[in-house]
């Protein structure tokens, strides 16, 4: 049973943006949307009531870090991501890969008794697998894709990702060459087994089901994922192969470790002429506020990033224009000093609870003394605003205005 | 302008304790009543909202806390305590004594130069005021009990504390007897400034009033506080005397820095024959569950403690009877792995939003993966517990069964 659907609502007439809705076995979701990004089954002091009040559709879980804890056998035990942290919404996770090489960039020490220490690489990637070390407990892993789309499964999301290789920034043409063809063989045993599974399932129950009494399973949505760095030729490779496969959607990868923003949207450019129309397309990790206009207007669907929440934990929020712009990235910091009497909201016009509630005052002497609140209300509040931007763009593509508002923000 | 009252609605018959009825300019404040901590002027990663959902009816503010940081100028600023968090219930706030004196305990590194460094201790106490180092940067500041009703009177709560010495334990007699005695000189001078503010304002408005407009000043309520430490000669005299001013309302102090539950019950013991029927009677630093039934027994109104929430933080949830008990002190370690698989709430039948969406295991993750959410669950569900904890005592006592209640939590 397939649940899963994408739908085109309107096409912008000036540009390729375009409204969507993409429907779920735990809800719809209007595209363009922003995927809050839930880590470790829980966004940032916020609570699933709290983001439903935000106005998130979806949730993005980290399958490396679920892994290592609580385990992916737990997080079925409950039911999947979603009953384990109690969001009835959608979700989506990724392969793990994007943590697994990122994180596998650095060296960690190892302990050999109880005094000898030896320096070793977190990951070792061969063609077949790639074993890494937990960044927690120096532990040893394996994933492959096989293994990827298995935890996935149990992790139960709507959406999954294929197992795929980021390749550090900058990586020469031919590693990234490897990289890519690494990726796209893994892509295809990625739906091989994600296949298999629902033709001959080795789990009797799958998570995420609506009823807990229903044993039936849901199938899961597949994406594969475009890579090929910064080079033309291997990203319109990428694009053209990974089109060409049965997937239920299409993310880039790979466009936020490092590269400019000059590359991002090069990557985006060569890659999207390959993406069929009818697929909803994601690109990973993307959410930088000019970044979203150039990719909505380009044809993107759904963007998950960590900027509105990581920012938030060091007193970085959002604000509107004219205040915010371009160069500030529409981000004030709460923490200086000039903010200390100031008794206005976090933002002008924001119908949030916390800018209904609370002050720059207030907010800046939360971060001063580094009380949780402080997390919450400005996690909170940076949802609201890009959730709320993104319905604002989903708005004016639909009264075929979105470059007029796009021109309104970035000036 | 004095809108502060005590109303005692039900005595029960078979001990002391009392239902009553305070009112503030900001509300009522049902009592016997648990008094939330709110140190920097927030609780712990809960919202005003939050806690007025748990049905918190009284916030309290630590006025050393809030001196070194905002401030009580930006404090007084923002409309006082309550407005500058959003909080629009009633307000408490103690003198300073309790960390000037507390913190004064330990010594310090003090910077001199680049690289030498001498230890000094934090505090310095004078017959006048006590001189002290901020815990934060080192800066040097002097409290005198006129000093410290100022700045309570720009903070503006509802109910402020006298100057006291919270003489460390263990204390000689003779220490001790200093000490009460300084506190008594200081808690004639705290009434006398108190009063002369009323009489003759140093400043134009004071913050404590409803309509911002309004600048017609409300008088705080001011309560006297009973020192002497272990000794019983002491603890009836300083009882006999403050009880002999004309406070609004009587705390006990000192009660709380590492003595043993014998010797708080014994200075409770000591000192209520003497403290006035007609005046509310506040418990400072006392919140275990026993406690809290011995002393409403005895006919004390009001407690804060930071119990509740500072346990939170490390994964201590509250639990009913029968899995809560004395010996465990009503609590549970949420963080062992024998909750990693428990689908249960937190603890059964209660009706807090905690316990109605999330289940220990997810709880357990959360700690384990030392993510917000984790505080901000534990902190709300501990003082929704002993909230309603609170209110199931009033109930009890109007029904004439406390001591039944009583019984049935201690066993």
């Given amino acids: 049973m397939n649940t899963f659907s994408f739908k085109i609502i309107a096409k912008d007439k000036k540009s390729k943006a375009r409204v969507g809705r993409i429907t ?21 002091g916020l609570t699933p009531s709290d983001l439903k009040e935000i106005g998130v559709q979806i949730l993005f879980g980290n399958t490396y870090h679920l892994h290592l804890r609580p385990g992916e ?33 650095k060296k960690i020490k190892i302990l050999q008794g109880d005094e000898d220490q030896t320096e070793a690489k977190l990951v070792d990637i061969k063609e077949g697998s790639v074993i890494f070390r937990s960044h927690i407990d120096g532990t040893l892993h394996e994933f492959t894709p096989e293994k990827s789309i298995e935890i996935q499964q149990k992790l139960g999301a709507d959406i999954v990702l294929v197992f795929d290789e980021c390749a550090p920034h900058p990586s020469t043409h031919e590693y990234t060459k490897q990289a890519m063809e690494r990726t796209h063989k893994w892509a295809i045993r990625s739906l091989a087994a994600h296949k298999s599974e629902y033709q001959n399932p080795k789990s009797e129950t799958i998570s995420n089901v609506q009823n807990p009494n229903d044993k039936k399973r849901l199938k899961q949505a597949l994406y594969g994922i475009i890579q090929g760095g910064v080079y033309k030729d291997l990203r319109k490779e990428s694009a053209k192969l990974i089109s ?62 960590v900027i509105p929440t990581r920012l938030a934990r060091y007193g970085m929020v959002f604000v509107s224009p004219p205040e915010g712009n371009r160069d500030n990235k529409f981000m004030i910091d709460t923490k200086k000093s000039i903010f200390a009497k100031d008794k206005s909201p976090l933002t ?23 009380e949780l609140l ?11 605003f890009i959730n709320n931007l993104f319905a604002k763009t989903r708005e004016s593509i639909l009264k075929g205005k979105f470059l007029e508002m796009k021109s309104e923000w970035m000036g």
């Fill in 24 to 44: 779920t076995a735990h809800g719809v979701i209007e595209t363009p949307a922003f995927v809050a990004v839930g880590t470790r089954a829980t966004v940032r």
């Fill in 73 to 105: 056998d737990i997080v079925q035990e409950f039911g999947g991501l979603g009953k384990f942290m109690g969001w009835n919404g959608p979700t989506i996770t990724d392969s793990g890969g994007f943590q697994v090489f990122s994180l596998g960039q």
């Fill in 244 to 305: 060409s496969l049965p997937f239920d959607g299409i993310a880039i990868g790979g466009v936020s470790v490092g590269e400019s923003k000059k590359q991002m949207r090069d990557a985006l450019e060569w890659s999207i002429p390959f993406m069929p129309e009818e697929k909803p397309r994601h690109f990973l990790g993307i959410g930088e506020i000019d970044d979203i206009f150039d990719s909505i207007e380009k044809g993107m669907d759904t963007f998950d990033c």
């Fill in 348 to 370: 002008k016009d924001c119908s949030c609870s916390v800018c209904k509630t609370f002050t720059r005052g207030y907010v800046h002497h939360l971060f001063r003394v580094q």
């Fill in 374 to 384: 402080a997390y919450r209300l400005a996690s909170y509040h940076n949802l609201f």
